[in-house]
């Protein structure tokens, strides 16, 4: 979901002199990890490194504002991600549900913080703060962030290829069960919490969160995690071409990726009920945009809309004032009701593009948002789907092809329809899982040509187009057969 960034603008880090450990990117084996996460070959002493404590704190705070912004600064703020194909990397973001071995009850705060600390202190992580809480750590360009409900996320470093995202994912996962498991708690990789309702779960204690929950809502605040690739363009043509095809196939991917059909113990009806839940949501920050898909459509078209979603809130003297249904553009011209005479930094305007959440975003890259996390090579699969069609020429082509003549009735069915029917939603004279098909086939086709050997990382997704059955749909057979109509084993079942 992705409610928070512990490094931008937002949460600038002070520290000087701050030493952070890299990992190599060569293919994983445990000798190459183990020396990587600094483990002696005895395997049993963790080399511990200073952590440092760091201040989470806005850069609007930093700057004074010389002149008001233009919306031309707003355009050229995005525009600035434009980067030649060469630099072109890929960022992968995953959250995951803790919860103690014994009663399966969700890790609490308090669990949250002596994790944090634990991987902070054996692992060389910087300690993000605000006030007095602990809310998340940073090493180089990776950050671990929490979720509103204790959602453990890792936000993963921009790396060229999916072998680099496979080692980070294995440190990552090395490094937090190192600690977890001394404190009694595991991980789960799906896409909604299938046992606890919203009063179970813990509230982190952030006043970004206290003010989102009145404009988000508790359900996608707390209930569900996420897998999501960030992808870079080369310029305004190319983010266009990426943003459509990103579009149009999002709820195929949430199809293929789907393993949310549970909730509070129960089937919900759904395979996915974290794109539901998302489908609920403040309609003016959410959706699937078919402005993308007018000839006019580019980077001054996206500033438009996203100065036409109401604003949440601003941050300043380390206190979020709500500023609820208030205009940014208001806020360019000085007119901020909570805030007359102030203007916005280009912090604030990076602040109000996080608070947006359509099924793709664009800030300087773009997202896509549509999946369920789940098991270890969903993590590795999701990134891989997405470069596999948007970083090869050939391949986007051909999407662009295939959904040129698609109307957006048919999108915005499509998006209605994925979360609950999956791969056997009717699609013009077939079944979606016949367009999933060509979908996978053209992204492995494309990860062939980059030639970096990624293509078995989409195996397992091309086994659900194949079959037509998610990962969810096996969910369901099994609560229905061997668990008993119990939730309870898919903690083991799908534990990382």
């Known amino acids: 979901m992705a409610l928070s960034f512990l490094v931008s603008p937002l ?29 002696d070959s005895v395997g049993a002493r963790y080399k511990r490194r200073r952590s440092v404590i760091v201040a989470s704190a806005p850069a609007v705070e930093q700057a004074m504002v010389s002149k008001p912004l233009t919306k031309q600064d707003l355009v050229d703020f995005i525009a600035s991600g434009c980067k030649p194909k060469e630099k072109w990397r890929v ?25 944090l600390n634990g991987i902070a202190e054996r692992f060389g992580w910087e300690k993000i703060m605000e006030g007095n809480n602990i809310i998340g750590l940073k090493q180089g360009k990776k950050n671990i962030s929490l979720e509103p409900g204790g959602q453990f996320e890792l936000s993963g ?37 299938p046992k ?52 149009a196939l999002q709820p195929i991917a949430t199809a293929l990726f789907a393993s949310s059909p549970f909730t509070e113990g129960k089937p919900n009806g759904y395979l996915s009920i974290r794109s539901k839940f998302w489908s609920d949501t403040d309609k003016n920050r959410t959706g699937m945009l078919p402005f993308v898909f007018d000839d006019s459509f580019g980077f001054e078209k996206y500033v438009d809309y996203a100065l036409d979603v109401p604003m949440c809130f601003v941050y300043r003297k380390k206190k979020y004032i709500n500023c609820a249904g208030m205009s940014f553009r208001d806020f360019m011209a000085g007119k901020l009701p909570r805030m007359p005479g102030e203007f916005p930094t280009l912090a604030d305007w990076e602040n109000h593009l996080s608070t947006i959440y359509p099924e793709v975003r664009l800030k300087r890259y773009l997202e896509m948002r549509g ?33 040129a003549d698609w109307t957006p009735q048919e999108r915005q069915m499509l998006r209605n329809k994925a979360p609950k029917s999956g791969l056997k939603t009717t699609f013009r004279d077939g ?26 990382f989409l195996d397992e997704v091309d086994e659900v187009a194949r079959t037509g059955v998610t990962a969810a749909e096996k969910l369901l057979e099994m609560y229905r057969g061997k668990w008993g109509e119990s939730v309870d084993p898919i903690f083991g079942e799908m534990q990382y």
Not at 180 to 187: Q, T, Y
Not at 212 to 241: H, P, W
Not at 372 to 398: K, R
């Open 11 to 39: 949460d600038c880090i002070y520290a000087e002199n701050i030493k952070s450990t890299s990992f190599p990117h060569s293919a994983w084996s445990p000798t190459r990890t183990i020396q990587s996460l600094h483990i």
């Open 91 to 115: 960022g992968t973001e995953h959250e995951k549900f803790g919860f103690e071995f014994g009663t399966l009850r969700p890790m609490n705060y308090e669990h949250i913080t002596k994790l």
């Open 157 to 193: 470093a921009p790396l060229e290829t999916l072998q680099q995202t496979r080692d980070e994912v294995n440190s990552h996962f090395y490094q937090v069960k190192a600690v977890a498991e001394e404190l009694g708690i595991g991980f789960v990789g799906i896409g909604s919490q």
């Open 196 to 247: 606890w309702g919203p009063k179970d779960l813990p509230m982190i204690p952030r006043a970004r969160f206290e003010v989102l929950k009145n404009y988000i809502g508790i359900d996608v605040m707390v209930r569900t995690c996420t897998v999501q690739a960030n992808l870079d363009f080369s310029s305004e043509a190319d983010m266009v071409r990426k943003f459509r095809a990103g579009l």
């Open 371 to 403: 999946a369920d996390c789940g098991p270890w090579h969903v993590i590795c699969a999701l990134p891989a789907f997405w470069v596999g069609l948007l970083y090869d020429e050939v391949s986007l082509q051909n999407v662009l092809d295939m959904i």
């Open 431 to 456: 079944l979606l899982k016949h367009v999933a098909e060509d979908v996978v086939k053209f992204a492995k086709d494309g990860l062939k040509r980059r030639g970096f050997n990624e293509t078995g």
